[in-house]
Nanobody, 119 residues
């Protein structure tokens, strides 16, 4: 399984970006897919996640500004980021959590895409 993240870039505060995460390869099942970010000198944190059933979860800091969605036909998860703030700057990673077979849980990570928000 490979996760290919894209869509990062440099944007001014108040602007928008849309991240995409395309999954290739098969998994026995996927429990959830999500986006994490890591700012310099900080730990990686969950930004948003979407479960197999479609439930979504967001970090408090992005609620009302970010929206996670998916296109099952394209095996792609998106993160629409609006009203961006300088504190949203970081390396954004795509994650898939699930099972590679009925007995083996797996956690897959993409390579990360840089988001930089200037003030």
């Amino acid at each position: 399984v490979q996760l290919q993240a894209s869509g990062g870039g440099l944007v001014q505060a108040g602007g928008s970006l849309r991240l995409s995460c395309a999954r290739s390869g098969s998994m026995f099942s996927i429990n959830a897919m999500g986006w994490y970010r890591q700012a310099p000198g900080k730990q990686r944190e969950l930004v948003a996640a979407i479960t197999r059933g479609g439930s979504t979860n967001y970090a408090d800091s992005v609620k009302g500004r970010f929206t996670i969605s998916r296109d099952n036909a394209k095996n792609t998860v998106y993160l629409q980021m609006n009203s961006l703030k300088p504190e949203d700057t970081g390396l954004y990673y795509c994650n898939a959590e699930g099972y590679s077979d009925p007995w083996s849980s797996r956690d897959y990570w993409g390579q990360g895409t840089q988001v930089t928000v200037s003030s």
